[in-house]
Structure formats: structure tokens, C-alpha cells
T-cell receptor, first 115, second 111 residues
Framework: DAGVIQSPRHEVTEMGQEVTLRCKPI?????LFWYRQTMMRGLELLIY????????DSGMPEDRFSAKMPNASFSTLKIQPSEPRDSAVYFCASSSTGLYSYEQYFGPGTRLTVT | GNSVTQMEGPVTLSEEAFLTINCTYTATGYPSLFWYVQYPGEGLQLLLK?????DKGSNKGFEATYRKETTSFHLEKGSVQVSDSAVYFC??????????FGQGTRLTINP
């Protein structure tokens, strides 16, 4: 079975440019999560969706960040304009809600470097 | 609010040594507890889980027991291998599907 797919795996961009990260969750999963990992702050939940609807975006750092989930098999995280402090590894995870179904399956991550 | 505290790393051991990584949590009610592992350059993988008090999760020789009386979920392995070198995260979840992560413990196993 295919796991969570993220693209690109690595992204290097210049400050001020728009960056779009993509995620394909595991088929059949109805919840999707975006995380950011840095050495200083560890793992942070940015936003999560349930049945394509954003449920909690309180972790989104600021208006430069936006996330969409137009359908059950695709989500994007966009940063516009990007800044050097956005450099991090961004993970997407998915899960299937249901009784005791709390396991989240993580993608391999996108390493973003903003110069 | 809910929180997880792990022993600080990094932890360096020799192959075949006994491993313990301490984890304690703060939560109201009855959270589910997990250990996730992150190998170099990869995403997090679920290692084991326990959903109620006194449950023991186990996988790949690792074990952890959900101790409500001490609010702990310590990770143990009797004989570690070089391939166990990774970062280990203690995690809890309680409602609303939001995982609460510990800070992670980097483990290095030397041959």
C-alpha cells in the first residue's frame, strides 16, 4: 500500500517567493494534518482537516501561510511570501477517524530552505 | 493543558545494551499514548501504542507500559542494535485528534 506522499522532497527558494507543498493522504483516510519540524521548536501542528474541512488552524504561524484540501486525495500548504525563518521540514500525516483510530501516518516530509 | 516530558538526549549506547527512555505525561482523563520513531531523513513511524491503563504496547523488541498511577510510559528494549539509532518521540492524544509530542530523544547505538 502506498503511504502518505509528499512533494517535493526538497525545495530551495529565495526569500519573497511563493512556495507550495503538496500532500496525498492514504486512500480512505479522512483526516489530514500538516506539521512543521525545526530544531528549535520541535514538531508543531499547523493545521488539520477532517473530511476536507479545516478543523483547527490555530498553529498556522501567520497570514503568509495557507492550506487547502480541495478533495479527499490532495492537500496543499502554501507560503507567500516565504522568509528564511520558514526553513524547516514540513510533514503531512493522515488518519482514519473512528473509535480508537488515532494513529497518524506520516509522509517523508519536504525539506524547505529559504535563502 | 496536556503535555509530555521525555528524558533529554542524546543517548549513546553500545550494541546489545539495555535501553530505557523515560516519558511522563500530564493530562486530564484517559489519553492514549504512543511512541513514534524517526529514522534519519524519514518521517515519523508509529512504533507502539497503549490506549488504557496497564496496557503494554510492544513492537520490534520495544515495550512500554501505560502506568496511570505514575503517569508514565517509559520505552524499553532489552538488547539494542545499531539499526535502532533514531529519534524517539513519546506522544499522547486526547480527543480532537491533536497529538501532543514530547521533545524527542536522539538515540545512537555504537557497534
Amino acid at each position: 500500500d502506498a503511504g502518505v506522499i509528499q512533494s517535493p522532497r526538497h525545495e530551495v527558494t529565495e526569500m519573497g517567493q511563493e512556495v507550495t507543498l503538496r500532500c496525498k493522504p492514504i486512500s480512505g483516510h479522512n483526516s489530514l494534518f500538516w506539521y512543521r519540524q525545526t530544531m528549535m521548536r520541535g514538531l508543531e501542528l499547523l493545521i488539520y482537516f477532517n473530511n476536507n474541512v479545516p478543523i483547527d488552524d490555530s498553529g498556522m504561524p501567520e497570514d503568509r501561510f495557507s492550506a487547502k484540501m480541495p478533495n479527499a486525495s490532495f492537500s496543499t500548504l502554501k507560503i507567500q511570501p516565504s522568509e528564511p525563518r520558514d526553513s524547516a521540514v514540513y510533514f503531512c500525516a493522515s488518519s482514519s477517524t473512528g473509535l480508537y483510530s488515532y494513529e497518524q501516518y506520516f509522509g517523508p516530509g519536504t525539506r524547505l530552505t529559504v535563502t | 493543558g496536556n503535555s509530555v516530558t521525555q528524558m533529554e538526549g542524546p543517548v549513546t549506547l553500545s550494541e546489545e545494551a539495555f535501553l530505557t527512555i523515560n516519558c511522563t505525561y500530564t493530562a486530564t482523563g484517559y489519553p492514549s499514548l504512543f511512541w513514534y520513531v524517526q529514522y534519519p531523513g524519514e518521517g515519523l513511524q508509529l512504533l507502539l501504542k497503549a490506549t488504557k491503563a496497564d496496557d503494554k504496547g510492544s513492537n520490534k523488541g520495544f515495550e512500554a507500559t501505560y502506568r496511570k498511577e505514575t503517569t508514565s510510559f517509559h520505552l524499553e528494549k532489552g538488547s539494542v542494535q545499531v539499526s535502532d539509532s533514531a529519534v524517539y518521540f513519546c506522544v499522547l492524544i486526547q480527543g480532537a485528534q491533536k497529538l501532543v509530542f514530547g521533545q524527542g530523544t536522539r538515540l545512537t547505538i555504537n557497534p
